[in-house]
Structure formats: structure tokens, C-alpha cells
């Protein structure tokens, strides 16, 4: 592949510049994984030392964070490697955790080298603070490969910064965020890196390894998989010879699908389970690897017969799996009731087009670009049929990706990391007009370049120009009572939301001996993973009827929450006013128990607990 460097032919000085330039250029386009192995080291120091703070107080500021740090302290300190339910949540049958430990090994791996040195507080810290950063490692590399795949020039040394304006994507990576939706979402990359690669039998192998390591961690990318699996074969029906890439990709798919199982698969998960991989996806993806194994080896000549063939054998799989397990179809295996009061009101689980203007443009914009930007790659370079599918391949993923959107928010993330190769090859066009375009060329560069700069920091730019049309209009905001209101109670929720988690706050309730402690679900995680304390559950739907216990308890009578936490054997009642879950409960049932604690109707039998002064939640002791 080129460079695509330009060359400049102006004066002897600048000219000398320009060629000192293009040497630069040529020397990180042939050390380009180092360059981005530096690109990383700079990035990671910059956000350890931006996050400084927030890793002393150690802000775990998902639940899913808070669980995944817990589940790794559980193993180090002792609890089986198949075994992932969390005893501390609805004692002391525990919580069914749907996760692998996959994830687990690099954060304990972090935890146990510190602790050889650091106390385990600080050790714990800084792993988590480290854990997060290294699938940003793979993530830049694969973007970088893929955007040197489909570009020419240095493209790739914008693509390998790209993350920095994907908001959404690089929150993934942040410290702290232990999570394995960063994993998931550098692989999702890794994959389309295999599928775009001009070498077929490593594209597949990495392609294959990459859907199966996906797949074992966790089944949120499986859409992006199957999409995958579908491009690499259509490039098998359209493309003679395009079995070199299919054939590895089947292999180390369901191979490797087959190994991580036997590995990785909990206890719980080696049940015939539709949410985790389990005997039922190792059936379905082993046999859709079979399928493609076979027609790798039948002599079928002409495209509109290995269509048919493929069509035959997707039937087969789409079939077997819908005559054994039909319910692995739906989203999510819930009960109707812990949808309408649960689920429905969990935000990344709505479509963006529930969100408000000033949400959705920053987190569609970069989509949006990188959809017309792969959209008009693909007519430059209608004539290079390698070219075209490699575009091609590309524009589809970042479609189908931001289309998911309108789905579900989560898909959001994905869909702003797999849009960056083609929003930086747009930069790099600008670039190159801007330093050698003649005529209209050069300020056409200009507006692209700043195009580009504005949709990478439409976090920001969106609401400025909104404030500046706004005040261009000459109509001073108009501020109401009820606006005011409204403003003053968002303030408190969103105070209370972060008070009522701080590690000093919460840790102020080790002072009591270890009980159950009845609180809102979503702080249930935050509560185990701080104090030696247990609560009665976290925001993980197959323990749905812990958290409609808590939903019961909070939207009915007083009697109700006291016969409720009394079958969950909970001495304490954890009350954080003004946290974001309780808000729930208020509007949906104005009488309810919680909507009476947050007016201040406390019954006689709950007694306050006096702990330190300046708490941000109420702790009181429940008497039966």
C-alpha cells in the first residue's frame, strides 16, 4: 500500500519543510503500530492523571462497574472459578451474575501484581484505573489497521485519535469503567478489521477468534456478529476463491466458541440459557460453522448457485434454532410485569429517538458523518472492486450500527467507533486539499477539515451554537416558575445521585455489623462493593424477582415493605432523597411507601440510625 504522502512544489524553504514532512510521514506510515503504541501511552497518561481524583475516591459510577470490581475481589479471595453468583445480593440464595470471566482475568491479574507492593486499597485503585485502558490499546490498532486497509496516505493517525471524539465509545475506556462493554466494543473493530483484511486466511482467523472472545464476554455485540458472519458470506458468493477467508473464519468461530465454553462458561450458563454463551449458542454457532466448512468444499461454481446454497444452509441454522429455542428471539426473558415497571426505564435500553435534541445530535452526529462519508468512499472507488468491498463492508457496519440506535441507545458506542475510519478518511481528504488544492479545492478542504472538527466535538460545539442562535435571535431565555423548578429539582437529583454513592459515605456503614440492607436496585451494587454489607439486588434481569420485590415494596403500603423486607430477612432501610430511581416510584405511585418517606411520613416502626453527621441518605433500623 502507498503512503499517498503529497509533495508540495513552492519555494526552497518551504519546500524543505514539506519534504521533511513527508519523510515524517513515511517513517510512522512504516512503524505505524509503534506510533500507535505511543499514541495509546499518551492517551492513557493523560486520562489516569485527567481522573486523578475520581480513582482516590474510587467512583465506580456504574453498577455494573461496582459488580465486576466485587466479582474479581470474590475469586481472589477464594470463590469458584465456574461459580459467578453474588452471595451478597438477596441473601443467601445469592444472585445469578450472567457474566464470564474472561474480563476478570486481566483486572485480577492488575489486582494481585499491586497488591505484591501497594496496600490493598491502592492496589485495587490502580488496577482499576489501568484495567479499562488496555482494550483502548486494541481498539486503536484495529482502527488504525482497518483505516490503512481502505485509505491511502496517513488516514490511519487520524483514526488512531478518533476514539478522542466518539463521547460515547471512549467512556468505555475511561478509568474506572471495568465494565466489559469496552472489550466487547475493541473487538466488534478487531472483527471488521479480519473481514477488510487483504490477507484472507488471517482475516478469517481473526474475524473467527474475535466473534468467538465477543460472544464468550457477553451476547450484547451478537447482532454485529451475525452481520459479520453474513459479509464474509456474500464475499464468498460474489467473489471466486473467497473460501480462503470463509473456511478460517468457520474454524476459529466455532472452534473457538466450542473452547471458551469449556473454559469460561459458568455453572449457571452451561444450562440451556439464551442471555450468556451456552449449550444453545454453541449448538446454533457450531452448526452455522459446519454449514459454512461444507460449502467451502462443494464444487459450486457460479454465484447464484453458492446463493442458493448459502440461502439453504441459513434456513437451516435460522430453523434449528427457532424449532429448539424460540425464545432466545426476543431481547431480553422477562416477565411482562418486570418489563413495564423495570426495564422501560432503563435509558440505554430506549431509542434515540426518545432522547432530546441537545442528547441525540452529539451522539448521532459522528454516525451520521461516517455513514455518508463510507457512503461517497464508495463511488470514488467503484472501480476497484477490492477497494469497493472493502468500503462497502464498512459503510454497511456503520449503518447498521447507527440504525440500532433507533433501537436501543446502547448501540450508540459501536456505532460512533465504527464510523471514525471513514470520518478520518474525509479528514485526510480535506488535509491534503488544504495543503496542495488549487481553485476551490483548498477552502472546500477548509470547510471540510472544520466539519470534521465540529462532528468530533458535537458534545460541545451543539450546545454553544444552540446558545449562540439563541442569543442571536435577540429573545432573552424565558424563565418561568415551573422552568426554575424543574431546573432546581434536576440539580438535586443529580446531587444526590453522586452523594449518596461517595466511598465516604457509603463506608460510614461499616461501623455496623454486617446485615442485609434494603435500598433502591440501583444502588444495591455500589452498597456490596463498599461496605461488608448485602442488599437485595442489582439492575440484572435474571434476578427479576428480587428487584420486583424492591419495586413492590416501594410503590405499596407501609405493611407491604415491612412484610417484603421481612421475607428478605433486611435489618436496615437505606433512604437516599432525590435519587434518581426513587423519582420512579414517586410519579408512578404517589401513596406509596417511598413517596410517604420522601414527604417525611416515616411509620413508628423504623427507627433512625445515627451514623455521622452530613450523611447524603437516611439509615434506619427496621423493627419487626
Known amino acids: ?29 512504516a512503524n505505524w503500530k509503534w506510533v500507535t503504541f505511543l499514541c495509546w501511552i499518551g492517551v492513557a497518561s493523560y486520562y489516569l492523571a485527567l481522573r486523578s481524583e475520581t480513582i482516590h475516591w474510587f467512583a465506580l459510577g456504574d453498577t455494573d462497574d461496582n459488580m465486576r470490581y466485587l466479582q474479581v475481589r470474590d475469586w481472589i479471595e477464594g470463590q469458584g472459578w465456574f461459580d459467578l453468583r453474588q452471595y451478597r445480593l438477596n441473601p443467601p440464595v445469592g444472585a445469578d451474575i450472567h457474566w464470564s470471566r474472561i474480563v476478570d482475568l486481566p483486572l485480577g491479574a492488575l489486582m494481585l501484581f499491586f497488591r505484591a507492593f501497594l496496600t490493598e486499597g491502592h492496589a485495587d485503585r490502580l488496577a482499576c484505573a489501568i484495567a479499562p485502558l488496555l482494550p483502548l490499546l486494541l481498539l486503536m490498532l484495529s482502527l488504525g489497521f482497518v483505516t490503512r486497509r481502505i485509505t491511502d496516505g496517513s488516514a490511519w493517525l487520524i483514526a488512531v485519535l478518533g476514539p478522542l471524539g466518539a463521547p460515547m465509545g471512549l467512556g468505555m475506556y475511561v478509568p474506572l469503567r471495568i465494565d466489559h462493554h469496552g472489550w466487547q466494543l ?12 487483504p490477507k484472507w486466511v488471517r482475516g478469517g482467523i481473526v474475524a473467527g ?25 456474500l464475499r464468498w458468493v460474489f467473489k471466486e476463491g473467497a473460501s480462503r477467508r470463509m473456511f478460517p473464519y468457520a474454524v476459529a468461530l466455532g472452534g473457538g466458541t466450542a473452547v471458551l465454553f469449556l473454559l469460561f462458561a459458568s455453572i449457571a450458563n452451561r444450562q440451556p440459557v439464551c442471555d450468556a454463551l451456552s449449550p444453545i449458542w454453541v449448538a446454533v454457532l457450531g452448526l452455522a460453522a459446519a454449514g459454512m466448512v461444507v ?5 459450486l461454481r457460479t454465484w447464484p448457485v453458492r446463493l442458493a446454497a448459502a440461502a439453504v444452509v441459513g434456513g437451516l441454522v435460522g430453523g434449528f434454532a427457532w424449532m429448539n429455542w424460540p425464545q432466545c428471539f426476543s431481547a431480553y426473558q422477562i416477565s411482562p410485569e418486570l418489563q413495564r415497571l423495570w426495564l422501560v426505564n432503563i435509558r440505554e435500553a430506549k431509542s434515540v429517538a426518545r432522547e432530546s435534541l441537545n442528547v441525540a445530535i452529539p451522539m448521532l452526529a459522528l454516525p451520521v458523518f461516517g455513514s455518508i462519508g463510507a457512503l461517497i468512499a464508495c463511488v470514488t472507488v467503484r472501480r476497484d472492486p477490492e477497494k469497493l468491498w472493502a468500503w462497502g463492508t464498512v459503510a454497511l457496519m456503520t449503518m447498521f450500527a447507527l440504525a440500532l440506535t433507533f433501537w436501543q441507545i446502547r448501540a450508540a458506542p459501536a456505532a460512533q467507533l465504527l464510523s471514525i475510519p471513514a470520518a478520518a478518511w474525509v479528514g485526510w481528504a480535506a488535509l491534503k486539499a488544504i495543503l496542495d488544492g488549487r481553485g476551490i479545492a483548498r477552502p472546500l478542504g ?9 462532528i468530533l466535538s458535537a458534545s460541545a460545539v451543539y450546545p454553544a451554537a444552540y446558545r449562540t442562535i439563541a442569543n442571536w435571535s ?3 431565555p424565558v424563565v418561568t416558575a415551573a422552568s426554575k423548578a424543574r431546573k432546581e429539582r434536576m440539580e438535586r437529583i443529580r446531587r444526590a445521585n453522586a452523594r449518596c ?5 457509603l463506608a460510614a456503614l461499616n461501623r455496623l455489623p454486617p446485615a442485609t440492607i434494603f435500598t433502591v436496585v440501583d444502588l444495591g451494587p455500589r452498597l456490596i462493593a463498599t461496605t461488608h454489607h448485602s442488599a437485595i439486588a442489582g439492575p440484572y434481569h ?17 405493611d407491604m415493605f415491612r412484610a417484603i423486607a421481612a421475607r428478605h430477612k433486611a435489618t436496615y432501610l437505606l433512604f437516599c432523597p432525590d435519587f434518581p430511581e426513587g423519582t420512579v416510584y414517586q410519579s408512578r405511585s404517589p401513596r406509596g411507601f417511598y413517596a410517604q418517606l420522601a414527604r417525611g411520613q416515616v411509620p413508628v416502626w423504623l427507627h433512625p440510625v445515627t451514623l455521622a453527621s452530613g450523611m447524603p441518605y437516611t439509615l434506619y433500623r427496621i423493627a419487626y
Request: no cysteine; net charge neutral; proline share 4%.
Open 295 to 299: 460449502l467451502t468444499a462443494l464444487p
Open 209 to 233: 477468534l474475535a466473534s468467538a472472545l465477543s460472544i464468550a464476554i457477553g451476547m450484547e455485540m451478537m447482532v454485529y456478529l451475525v452481520g459479520a458472519g453474513a459479509l464474509i458470506g
Open 186 to 197: 475493541a473487538l466488534t473493530v478487531t472483527m471488521l478489521a479480519g473481514i477488510v483484511d
Open 542 to 558: 435474571r434476578n427479576g424477582e428480587a428487584i420486583l420485590d424492591i419495586h413492590h415494596a416501594f410503590d405499596g403500603t407501609p
Open 1 to 29: 500500500m502507498g503512503s499517498g504522502n503529497i509533495r508540495l512544489a513552492t519555494g526552497k524553504g518551504s519546500g524543505t519543510k514539506r519534504a521533511r514532512f513527508d519523510a515524517v510521514l513515511v517513517w510512522a506510515d
Open 501 to 505: 454513592r461517595t466511598l465516604p459515605a
Open 474 to 476: 435577540g429573545k432573552p
Open 446 to 454: 477548509i470547510a471540510a477539515v472544520a466539519a470534521v472538527g465540529a
